[in-house]
């Protein structure tokens, strides 16, 4: 669970956009067995969606692509602007390399398929809500096969441990991973983020993910 103001745990608070009615209540029914999250909304349509995200502020919001009245993709940079701290997490058919481009560069929190399992979505709701980056396999396969761009600065095992990262894994992970102490994993990200100019992991891991899909970040553009 997330934790409140007062330290003490709280439920993951979210929003369901999905043009077809049988899937939507597929989701809230899935997610109302969860102990650890609440769904506050859900909506079919994506004129709908920015008002109910500006007056309830959710952890997350599950957005599928196609929407009528206002398209997923239209929603997602609506939502950026409306509820910055609001997690999208793009729930989809569609999983090729172009759809998986556009997410990255419009700043997605995370990618499901929904052929993929529903524990899958679960896991994914909880982990964009924590601040991760959350991609399917398949994307990351799609990736690897990009020529990276703007990460000729770091070192061999900084892209290493950069690449990890992107993948969700914790420091904790990384050291076990390469077989080095967590300190020595905390001092390659603290020259990763001074290198890269971003403040944390996941602007780090959005960096990597961005650079993959062949697109600097704009703050980063020349």
């Not at 950026?80 to 989809?92: E, F, K, M």
């Not at 990763?192 to 062949?214: D, H, M, P, W």
């Amino acid at each position: 669970m997330l934790k409140g103001k007062s330290g003490l745990p709280r439920r993951i608070r979210v929003v369901l956009a999905d043009d077809h009615p049988l899937v939507l209540e597929g989701l809230r029914a899935m997610l109302r067995a969860e102990e650890d999250m609440e769904v506050v909304a859900a909506v079919t349509d994506g004129a709908e969606l920015i008002p109910i995200v500006e007056r309830h502020r959710p952890d997350v919001v599950v957005l599928d692509l196609q929407m009528p009245g206002l398209s997923g993709w239209d929603c997602l940079e609506a939502i950026r602007r409306a509820s910055p701290g609001t997690r999208v997490l793009i729930l989809t058919a569609f999983g090729d390399g172009e759809f998986i481009q556009m997410a990255i560069e419009r700043e997605a929190d995370g990618f499901v398929l929904k052929t993929e399992p529903p524990q899958q979505t679960l896991t994914a709701i909880r982990q964009v809500a924590q601040g991760h980056l959350v991609f399917p396999q398949a994307a990351r396969r799609w990736l690897s096969r990009r020529i990276p761009e703007g990460l000729g600065a770091l070192t061999a095992r900084e892209r290493e441990i950069l690449a990890l990262v992107a993948e969700g894994l914790s420091n904790a992970q990384i050291a076990r991973r390469l077989g080095v102490r967590v300190a020595t994993v905390k001092f390659h990200l603290q020259n990763i983020f001074q290198k890269l100019g971003v403040r944390n992991r996941t602007e780090a891991a959005r960096f990597y993910l961005t650079a993959r899909s062949g697109r600097i970040p704009p703050e980063q553009s020349s």
